[in-house]
């Protein structure tokens, strides 16, 4: 009997606030929507990896194999979070089950509020990443290229992922709790007022927000350092036209992050603070918004290339491929004419203005005129 009782509280842990049967409606649960959209991100998440593979096989400097590393984690991420939530809620709306009745032990919706918060903070956490692995690589050029090796680059990766990780898990450990959400479809963490369920809410939330903070602040400094360097005068300009495509895909990056997932994690802060019930409507809403950032993200990487821009202006392709400094023609004729030897006139001359040029005496003959 006492092994009976245990295991019906068990039964309860996730259905106790909102339990099945839920009144199925559209407006708020599309089977459309969720069939459509986890397509769409997974077909484009699957070729952003693609393009990502190719450019890192013709990648020379370690800066952008590194850089590489880091978007393809991050596209292997999305597409994971949405073949695994996406999955889930698609099998859901096809077949109409009762969560409870297949997961009387609450095992599958735990799963499934880990993958919920683990794929939602790992994009990111790793935009955070690469927003500091662009700090450091375009500040100190010589000390990241001695340091940032692929291989740190991978175990910068897992670190990231373990990470998440251990926040997931932190409602199985006591703090907070996964519940079951309506239309009864999907699983996420228990917005309430309650300490641990409001202490695990602001770690979340937290999380998120400090990590687009970290990526608006680096990202920030790092395009301010990379426009001047490259809009410098004499020896400061340096090739950079890697960089700023990096720059430019990051910067990309982290606007849509920043506009998918802050309405969400301000609403979870703001909702456990204040103590109100939470909006369903609202939270879908939000989620949806959230969902929108795995679908968006393998495009900056497939649109935002410099073969793409070579393409839409063919003019650039007489350019020197790896120099920002071929935009100013009277520049690039003076670097020419610089890194040719100087011919004798020239060196008499010292390399500068134009000067008269001095005839040769020619050579005395017998007759005198």
Not at 52 to 70: C, T
Not at 213 to 222: E, G, H, I, Q, R
């Amino acid at each position: 009997m006492v092994w009976s009782a245990s295991a019906k509280n068990q039964t309860l842990t996730c259905f106790s606030i909102n339990s099945p049967p839920f009144n199925f409606n559209h407006t708020i649960a599309s089977a459309y929507y969720s069939a459509v959209f986890t397509g769409l991100g997974l077909s484009s998440n699957l070729f952003a990896f693609i393009v990502l593979v190719k450019a890192f096989q013709r990648a020379q400097s370690p800066s952008r194999s590194s850089f590489l590393i880091f978007l393809s984690s991050l596209v292997v991420t999305d597409f994971m979070g949405l073949l695994v939530t996406g999955s889930i809620v698609v099998s859901f709306h096809v077949t109409r089950s009762d969560w409870r009745g297949l997961d009387p032990h609450c095992y599958f919706c735990n799963f499934m509020g880990m993958s919920m918060v683990f794929y939602g903070l790992c994009p990111l956490l790793l935009g955070a990443v690469m927003a500091g692995e662009r700090f450091v690589g375009i500040h100190r050029p010589f000390a990241r290229s001695a340091n940032m090796s692929k291989s740190r680059a991978l175990f910068t990766v897992l670190a990231v992922w373990v990470f998440a990780g251990c926040i997931s898990l932190l409602p199985l450990a006591g703090l907070g709790s996964y519940h079951l959400q309506p239309p009864g479809s999907w699983c996420f963490i228990n917005i309430s007022s309650q300490p641990l369920d409001m202490t695990f809410c602001l770690i979340f939330s937290m999380v998120g927000l400090m990590s687009l903070a970290v990526s608006f602040l680096l990202n920030t400094v790092s395009v301010a350092t990379l426009l001047r360097i490259c809009c410098g005068q004499g020896d400061m300009q340096r090739q950079r036209n890697h960089e700023l495509e990096m720059m430019g895909q990051l910067v990309w990056i982290m606007i849509i992050a920043s506009i998918c997932w802050c309405p969400l994690l301000v609403f979870i802060a703001q909702t456990v603070l204040s103590g109100r019930h939470v909006q369903i409507g609202d939270l879908l809403l939000w989620i949806r918004f959230a969902t929108c950032n795995q679908i968006l993200d393998p495009w900056v990487y497939i649109l935002f290339r410099c073969s793409i821009f070579k393409c839409i202006f063919p003019a650039g392709k007489g350019r020197p491929r790896g120099s920002m400094i071929s935009l100013y023609p009277t520049i690039t004729a003076s670097r020419r004419r610089l890194s040719q030897p100087l011919t004798g006139v020239e060196a008499a001359c010292g390399g500068g203005a134009p000067c008269v040029e001095v005839l040769p005496t020619p050579p005395a003959s017998g007759l005198l005129l």
